[in-house]
């Protein structure tokens, strides 16, 4: 097969609010197309994109899954994203890799909060979109009440290309304002359709909104504009050779109208994306950096390969893949290449055309198009690979941090190989999915997007990796210190019939400001105990600051002064006075007025307007101090301050107050003086099970 020219490769990535209809949009495009012979069902796990286990288990996406197809002799590349904000990552990749985004809005509710968030993310890499009204024929649907919501949100810009004629159920008829004509479409899901005049009042409008659509068009292009202003208007000719510019440079955001789950208005849609849609040409210069850090350019036509690998995937349908997206040159099986991430060199296996789970061998994958190899030996999602003569390496893409935190509780021993193994593989694939084995709380922590997030990653780690877990919440890690100066003498002797064991401590200690840790001095005069016992007093401390005195959390934020002491000739030794080291410091924190820090988290949330009053009650319940209020792209946001013990599964709380709108990060801040009532909760919690075993 000939090697398909980049400027009739169309990348985009389909995203979107959540149940918004991406994947029936992706399969009615494939219908559309002939790909597939008929519209599979979500409902029944037929769709050609979501085949994953979970996702048909959940009839939700999960996955980012590339599709394709072609149009009007235009390679489709279609990459399905999840709405879920659980599964951010996917998204992000699909649209590092796009050359345009398709926005998808559902023609019920309007624009949401994850249709901002795919937006500004497309916006990041300074892509053209393009959006899809999707659902016209559902009930209460009011067509230009959504416009004038996008209009609001996005611009000016922002204008119908198509409009339902018969909006509701039953909808089959789109007014094309670029043809000024209407569309009947069939009802047998074929998305074929028939064309027919418009009269009366339709046609009017239509020929307002196509005058509209000539002035949005000229302002794109200045040779455009002064014929535009010579001659009043422009030819249908000159009219469509500056759509592609206007798309490009947003002086034109072009809205469809569709049903995907009956194949109305898809077509139309086709048509101008493989007319005008964007092109690897048009992004045909990539900013890099070479090995020395210093900027430099990947140009669409450079006979060196270099790509970007935007996710990676292992799984029993579809194998150990990465799949990777050609800025230039060509790959080809057998091929090394540089990895300029690892500074190691790759050697291609397979590589193929990918179709959902279908993997179509390539021999050779060129400039501007989408690929998938056989997993590399040490490649990873956001690596690039580039020519072993010229290295250069891309930018990658950056992920939001984690939102939600679980500990990992296995349910039978003998697990852990199999566990790291599977945690590593699925970080691998997920960017976003973090985790830790934390020393000082002594569990496995797990950090996501949000509970569904963690939900579907345990339910792999069980089925890839036979890893049978539970998650509970994580051990909160507060710290212990003290609030007076204090001072103890400790005498420890010992005489078992052999050697015998001696050593005197006096020790001072004193609280110290927040985050200066634990400072250890010594003031020793005299010879009444040799220096060489002062590390030994060291040890002890630093091991109690470890275990902990009153909870058995860390000891932090305090100076230890070892003054003074005795020693015995021959028992004295450094076993005895790291023991009296260690309980002279107990017995001094425990005059010093001891007390418990909690971390505070700063909190950054981004809610509706009219969740405002339920989302600032629930901070303070939560015992939250809120910091600022602002407004960013017509969504208030909030920055609080929330102890760690009230943020257990936050993000499920907060999008139950917002109706699934709102959204949240958060990072640790400092920690503060516990309040004493919740301070004897914990202090008594953590000696529960000293109780039990004594019992």
């Given at each position: 097969?000939?090697?398909?020219?980049?400027?009739?490769?169309?990348?985009?990535?389909?995203?979107?609010?959540?149940?918004?209809?991406?994947?029936?949009?992706?399969?009615?495009?494939?219908?559309?197309?002939?790909?597939?012979?008929?519209?599979?069902?979500?409902?029944?796990?037929?769709?050609?994109?979501?085949?994953?286990?979970?996702?048909?288990?959940?009839?939700?996406?999960?996955?980012?899954?590339?599709?394709?197809?072609?149009?009007?002799?235009?390679?489709?590349?279609?990459?399905?994203?999840?709405?879920?904000?659980?599964?951010?990552?996917?998204?992000?990749?699909?649209?590092?890799?796009?050359?345009?985004?398709?926005?998808?809005?559902?023609?019920?509710?309007?624009?949401?909060?994850?249709?901002?968030?795919?937006?500004?993310?497309?916006?990041?890499?300074?892509?053209?979109?393009?959006?899809?009204?999707?659902?016209?024929?559902?009930?209460?649907?009011?067509?230009?009440?959504?416009?004038?919501?996008?209009?609001?949100r996005f611009g000016r810009t922002v204008f119908?290309?198509?409009?339902?004629?018969?909006?509701?159920?039953?909808?089959?008829?789109?007014?094309?304002?670029?043809?000024?004509?209407?569309?009947?479409?069939?009802?047998?899901?074929?998305?074929?359709?028939?064309?027919?005049?418009?009269?009366?009042?339709?046609?009017?409008?239509?020929?307002?909104?196509?005058?509209?659509?000539?002035?949005?068009?000229?302002?794109?292009?200045?040779?455009?504009?002064?014929?535009?202003?010579?001659?009043?208007?422009?030819?249908?000719?000159?009219?469509?050779?500056?759509?592609?510019?206007?798309?490009?440079?947003?002086?034109?955001?072009?809205v469809f109208v569709t049903s995907a789950t009956?194949?109305?208005?898809?077509?139309?849609?086709?048509?101008?994306?493989?007319?005008?849609?964007?092109?690897?040409?048009?992004?045909?210069?990539?900013?890099?950096?070479?090995?020395?850090?210093?900027?430099?350019?990947?140009?669409?036509?450079?006979?060196?390969?270099?790509?970007?690998?935007?996710?990676?995937?292992?799984?029993?349908?579809?194998?150990?893949?990465?799949?990777?997206?050609?800025?230039?040159?060509?790959?080809?099986?057998?091929?090394?290449?540089?990895?300029?991430?690892?500074?190691?060199?790759?050697?291609?296996?397979?590589?193929?055309?990918?179709?959902?789970?279908?993997?179509?061998?390539?021999?050779?994958?060129?400039?501007?198009?989408?690929?998938?190899?056989?997993?590399?030996?040490?490649?990873?999602?956001?690596?690039?690979?580039?020519?072993?003569?010229?290295?250069?390496?891309?930018?990658?893409?950056?992920?939001?941090?984690?939102?939600?935190?679980?500990?990992?509780?296995?349910?039978?021993?003998?697990?852990?190989?199999?566990?790291?193994?599977?945690?590593?593989?699925?970080?691998?694939?997920?960017?976003?999915?973090?985790?830790?084995?934390?020393?000082?709380?002594?569990?496995?922590?797990?950090?996501?997007?949000?509970?569904?997030?963690?939900?579907?990653?345990?339910?792999?780690?069980?089925?890839?990796?036979?890893?049978?877990?539970?998650?509970?919440?994580?051990?909160?890690?507060?710290?212990?210190?003290?609030?007076?100066?204090?001072?103890?003498?400790?005498?420890?002797?010992?005489?078992?019939?052999?050697?015998?064991?001696?050593?005197?401590?006096?020790?001072?200690?004193?609280?110290?400001?927040?985050?200066?840790?634990?400072?250890?001095?010594?003031?020793?005069?005299?010879?009444?105990?040799?220096?060489?016992?002062?590390?030994?007093?060291?040890k002890g401390v630093r091991a109690a600051c470890?275990?902990?005195?009153?909870?058995?959390?860390?000891?932090?934020?305090?100076?230890?002064?070892?003054?003074?002491?005795?020693?015995?000739?021959?028992?004295?030794?450094?076993?005895?006075?790291?023991?009296?080291?260690?309980?002279?410091?107990?017995?001094?924190?425990?005059?010093?007025?001891?007390?418990?820090?909690?971390?505070?988290?700063?909190?950054?949330?981004?809610?509706?307007?009219?969740?405002?009053?339920?989302?600032?009650?629930?901070?303070?319940?939560?015992?939250?101090?809120?910091?600022?209020?602002?407004?960013?792209?017509?969504?208030?946001?909030?920055?609080?301050?929330?102890?760690?013990?009230?943020?257990?599964?936050?993000?499920?709380?907060?999008?139950?107050?917002?109706?699934?709108?709102?959204?949240?990060?958060?990072?640790?801040?400092?920690?503060?003086?516990?309040?004493?009532?919740?301070?004897?909760?914990?202090?008594?919690?953590?000696?529960?099970?000293?109780?039990?075993?004594?019992?």
């Amino acid at each position: 097969m000939s090697q398909i020219k980049p400027a009739d490769i169309r990348n985009f990535a389909i995203v979107g609010h959540q149940s918004c209809g991406k994947t029936m949009l992706a399969e009615a495009m494939l219908r559309t197309t002939g790909k597939i012979s008929r519209l599979g069902s979500i409902e029944a796990g037929t769709t050609a994109s979501d085949y994953h286990v979970s996702e048909k288990n959940r009839q939700i996406s999960v996955h980012a899954t590339v599709l394709q197809s072609t149009w009007l002799d235009r390679k489709l590349n279609i990459i399905d994203t999840p709405g879920y904000l659980d599964f951010i990552s996917e998204a992000l990749g699909a649209l590092r890799v796009g050359d345009f985004a398709l926005v998808v809005v559902d023609a019920a509710a309007g624009p949401e909060i994850g249709t901002d968030q795919v937006w500004s993310y497309a916006g990041r890499y300074e892509l053209p979109k393009m959006i899809v009204v999707n659902g016209a024929d559902q009930e209460h649907v009011n067509f230009d009440e959504v416009l004038a919501a996008l209009r609001e949100r996005f611009g000016r810009t922002v204008f119908p290309v198509t409009l339902p004629a018969d909006p509701g159920p039953g909808f089959h008829r789109v007014v094309d304002v670029l043809r000024q004509n209407e569309c009947v479409y069939a009802s047998d899901g074929s998305g074929h359709f028939e064309e027919q005049p418009l009269e009366g009042s339709a046609a009017e409008r239509v020929g307002q909104l196509h005058g509209e659509l000539i002035e949005f068009v000229a302002e794109a292009d200045d040779s455009l504009l002064e014929r535009y202003f010579d001659q009043g208007s422009l030819s249908e000719e000159e009219m469509r050779q500056g759509i592609h510019a206007a798309v490009q440079n947003e002086y034109l955001i072009p809205v469809f109208v569709t049903s995907a789950t009956s194949n109305v208005g898809v077509a139309r849609l086709l048509d101008f994306i493989a007319k005008y849609g964007s092109t690897p040409v048009d992004r045909k210069d990539v900013p890099a950096h070479d090995d020395d850090g210093n900027e430099t350019v990947i140009r669409l036509d450079d006979p060196d390969p270099a790509c970007y690998v935007f996710k990676t995937i292992s799984e029993p349908h579809v194998g150990e893949l990465s799949f990777f997206r050609m800025y230039s040159g060509s790959v080809r099986h057998g091929m090394d290449l540089h990895n300029s991430d690892r500074n190691m060199t790759e050697r291609l296996g397979q590589i193929f055309s990918m179709h959902g789970h279908e993997r179509v061998a390539a021999s050779e994958i060129g400039p501007g198009d989408i690929g998938a190899a056989v997993k590399l030996r040490d490649t990873h999602t956001g690596n690039t690979l580039c020519s072993t003569r010229r290295h250069v390496n891309l930018p990658s893409v950056e992920y939001p941090r984690p939102n939600i935190q679980g500990a990992l509780k296995l349910k039978s021993q003998g697990d852990e190989d199999r566990l790291a193994e599977g945690l590593a593989t699925l970080h691998e694939e997920d960017p976003t999915f973090l985790y830790r084995n934390d020393a000082e709380t002594h569990q496995t922590v797990l950090a996501g997007q949000g509970e569904l997030h963690l939900a579907i990653l345990l339910e792999r780690l069980k089925r890839r990796f036979n890893v049978h877990a539970d998650l509970i919440e994580p051990r909160i890690p507060f710290r212990e210190t003290i609030k007076a100066p204090a001072d103890s003498k400790y005498r420890h002797k010992k005489q078992s019939g052999g050697a015998g064991q001696f050593a005197e401590v006096w020790m001072r200690i004193e609280p110290l400001s927040r985050d200066s840790g634990v400072e250890f001095t010594n003031s020793l005069v005299g010879q009444n105990v040799d220096r060489v016992f002062v590390p030994s007093v060291e040890k002890g401390v630093r091991a109690a600051c470890t275990e902990g005195i009153l909870a058995g959390y860390r000891v932090v934020d305090l100076k230890v002064d070892f003054y003074d002491g005795k020693m015995h000739p021959v028992d004295s030794k450094d076993i005895a006075f790291q023991i009296a080291g260690k309980s002279a410091f107990r017995e001094a924190f425990m005059q010093a007025k001891p007390c418990l820090l909690e971390p505070i988290y700063n909190v950054t949330i981004r809610a509706p307007e009219e969740c405002m009053g339920d989302v600032m009650g629930d901070i303070s319940s939560r015992r939250g101090k809120i910091i600022g209020m602002d407004t960013e792209d017509g969504v208030q946001v909030i920055r609080a301050q929330i102890p760690q013990m009230q943020l257990y599964r936050y993000s499920t709380a907060l999008r139950s107050l917002t109706g699934g709108r709102g959204l949240h990060t958060e990072e640790l801040s400092h920690y503060e003086e516990m309040q004493s009532d919740l301070q004897e909760k914990v202090i008594a919690a953590a000696k529960e099970p000293q109780l039990a075993a004594k019992a």
